[in-house]
């Protein structure tokens, strides 16, 4: 088994009464894109704080490419490349410097290949606080990969970026990931954790609620899949056919859920056949990590 | 020690767009200097012999314990510690690299007051200027040291404020800089050893005027000194340790 490039063991963590982390256990494995989702105060941020060495915790073990966050911070930074969810830098500090500053401390050359990919090539020479929300964002990422990290932690990456900046964001996380690189994500942002993570941690009140793949983390909920269709003739009836349990008329399209959207789904198009109608749009719309995640959450509220 | 030269330099050019910098560092001292100095010269001739030298430790006093904390609690709250840390850089060298150009600001004052004062004021020269120039580089590493542990330790802006005026207030009342310490009550005197305002008056007349003092001299500079070694050691530490706060 592939050892794993992240790993937490019993992560505890409080602030004053409040328990933040409460027994936290992961494992990430090189090149993984690792989610971690959660509503607002859920822990997310914390775990990945005590991961970058920012924060000290109260129990637990933690290693980050194969060092001890919270004692070899030199060794750590030269593994791990961060972006925080409220990072900053001087207002007055010209993009190339700070990029330049930051390489200097790693020992290495400026990266104008890593910049041209961030399409940052315009931006070198504005100053920070010029740079609107998403312009920052992109050159805080520039500065945790200058220097080619083993594992990358990015705290709500897209949080202001637009639709463009957001997809290149997209496609620099899937090469990093191709290229070895672990990637642990913590978002808000369901539909960019179902497309991007090759697993999430679903945290909720300083635990982890559910852990694996995101078709893995939808597939165990309650929420069922939906079958909408429209026929040529509209000759289909409003009622349960086979597995598939009749929901309502919307329009021309009759809709209904089932647990087993292909057995469902034949039964539907065995009844078109028998009603020598002919299907015009079929949709099949699957439980999404949304749904799933409310689930969790209010089942957590419930506990 | 490239990457540090690099980052001190990057800073030096930083705070010439920063206006705050030339406020606390230059402006303020200098406009201080010449009001001050044309009323010490009117009023009481005597003190004009020590002019450059009091006004030097109103300008470093003023801006390494106003001017210093400023930018490091600004750094804090804004959160650019923590980006800076994260991207690789030790937080000990962006304290050294604020101490360093804070030394380079406030000796390159220094050095205008030393040179204007026998112009402006006829303010004589010091007997020996490099025992001056040592009690000024004294001077600079001890109130650079508490202007440090002030911008460590202060929670917020306003906090820091108040910390740098209970340090700046009584440096430049109880020092020895505006009137003969000798007139204060003997309470004052004692509180304002704690200063290294004061010790590095004492020190500038003993060692640089050839003057008579109330302490000997020699031992006023290493007091000074071993001021600031506290003041970089606590605010080295406090930052360090401080894992779980903005840093």
Redesign the interface.
């Known amino acids: 088994m592939t050892e794993p490039v992240v790993a937490i063991e019993g992560l505890r963590k409080s602030y004053g009464s409040v328990l933040a982390v409460r027994g936290v256990d992961l494992d990430v494995t090189k090149g993984e894109v690792f989610g971690l989702l959660g509503p607002n105060g859920a822990g997310k941020t914390t775990i990945l704080e005590c991961l ?5 915790a109260d129990a637990g073990r933690l290693r980050v490419a194969s060092c001890d966050p ?1 004692a070899e911070e ?1 060794h750590l ?2 593994h791990l490349g ?1 972006q ?1 969810q ?5 207002g ?2 010209k993009v190339k ?1 700070a990029l ?3 390489c ?4 290495i050359e400026q990266r104008p290949d890593l910049y041209d990919r961030l399409g940052l090539r315009e931006l070198l020479h504005r100053r920070f606080a010029q740079l609107s929300a998403g312009e920052r964002r992109r050159v ?1 990422l520039a ?2 990969l200058v ?1 080619d990290p083993e594992v990358i932690a990015l705290d709500e990456p897209t949080a202001g970026l637009d639709v463009e900046s957001r997809a290149r964001l997209h496609a620099e996380v899937r090469s990093l990931s191709a290229a070895g690189v672990t990637v642990l994500l913590a978002t808000h942002d369901m539909a960019e954790a179902e497309k991007l993570c090759d697993r999430i941690a679903i945290v909720i009140g300083g635990r982890i609620a559910f852990c694996g793949t995101p078709d893995a983390v939808t597939a165990a909920g309650s929420s069922e899949t939906r079958i909408r269709l429209r026929t040529r003739l509209g000759r289909l009836p409003a009622a349960d056919v086979g597995l598939a349990r009749f929901l309502r008329v919307k329009g021309d399209y009759r809709e209904w859920t089932c647990t087993d959207a292909a057995a469902a789904v034949t039964d539907i198009l065995r009844v078109v056949q028998v009603e020598h109608d002919v299907v015009e749009d079929l949709r099949v719309e699957l439980p999404t990590l949304e749904e799933r995640f409310l689930e969790l959450v209010k089942e957590a509220e419930r506990a | 020690m ?2 540090l030269g ?2 001190l330099w ?1 800073q030096l ?2 705070d010439v ?2 206006k705050g910098t030339l406020l606390n560092f230059y402006l303020v001292p200098l406009v201080f200097f010449f009001a001050m100095g044309a009323v010490f010269a009117s009023i009481d001739p005597a003190l004009r012999a020590v002019l450059a030298a009091s006004m030097t430790v109103f300008a470093v006093t003023m801006g390494a314990i106003m001017g210093v904390p400023t930018p490091i609690v600004r ?1 804090r709250e ?3 510690l ?9 937080r000990r ?1 962006v304290l050294a690299v604020q101490a360093v150009s804070a030394f380079f600001h406030l000796l390159c004052v220094s050095l205008v007051i030393f040179a204007l004062a026998p112009l402006a004021f006829q303010a004589p020269l010091p007997q020996a200027p490099g025992l001056y120039f040592a009690v000024v580089a004294v001077l600079l590493f001890a109130s650079i040291g508490l202007g440090l542990l002030i911008g460590v330790v202060a929670r917020d802006q306003a906090f820091a404020t108040m910390l740098s005026m209970i340090v700046f207030l009584p440096s430049v009342l109880l020092s020895g800089m505006m009137f003969p310490a000798s007139l204060l009550p003997r309470v004052l005197r004692w509180l304002a050893l704690a200063l290294p305002a004061t010790h590095a008056v004492q020190a500038f007349d003993g060692l640089a005027y050839g003057l008579r003092t109330a302490q000997n001299p020699a031992l006023s500079l290493a007091t000074a000194g071993g001021i600031g070694v506290i003041g970089w050691v606590l605010a080295i530490w406090k930052l360090e340790r401080a ?2 706060i903005q840093a």
Request: net charge positive; glycine share 14%; hydrophobic share 40%.
């Open positions: 970058e060495g920012l924060r000290r919270q030199g930074r030269r961060v925080l409220s990072g900053t830098l001087p007055g500090l410097e330049g500053l930051v200097a401390w790693h020992g805080e500065l945790a220097h | 490239r990457a690099a980052h990057l050019r930083l767009r920063e750094m804004a959160g650019t923590r980006t800076l840390r994260v991207s690789g850089i030790p060298a894992a779980d």
